[in-house]
């Protein structure tokens, strides 16, 4: 019932930028959290940024500096402007919501379809 879309993703050379955006669609009742994840071939899912309540955001030490997440409330969207782009932030992207999607609902996770960032060397 809830669907995230996601897209921004594609090749850019080291040091390059790139801006992924994700919305969510379907029965939203509140969001608790948005974010972004990413995973490279071989490696565990980690995550990359979030944001939760009051819009208080967090990075992973690598991509502080470097990347900013932001949310747009009345689209159900977030964002993440990925600048000085390094061969290691190479991997698949996937967006996250955290919300009750009735008032009576249990709270769950919902997740992108992933969006492919290669950074050359």
């Known amino acids: 019932q809830v669907q995230l879309v996601e897209s921004g993703g594609g090749l850019v050379q080291a040091g390059g930028s790139l801006k992924l955006s994700c919305a969510a669609s379907g029965s939203i009742f509140r969001i608790n959290a948005m974010g972004w994840y990413r995973q490279a071939p071989g490696k565990q899912r980690e995550l990359v940024a979030d944001?939760?309540?009051?819009?208080?955001?967090h990075y992973a030490d690598s991509v502080k500096g470097r990347f900013t997440i932001s949310g747009d409330g009345a689209k159900n969207a977030i964002y993440l402007q990925m600048n000085s782009l390094k061969a290691e932030d190479t991997g698949a992207y996937y967006c996250?919501?955290?919300?009750?999607?009735?008032?009576?609902?249990?709270?769950?996770?919902?997740w992108g379809q992933g969006t492919q960032v290669t950074v050359s060397s």
């Open positions: 996250y919501f955290r919300l009750f999607p009735t008032n009576w609902g249990r709270e769950s996770d919902y």
């Open positions: 944001i939760t309540v009051g819009y208080n955001t």
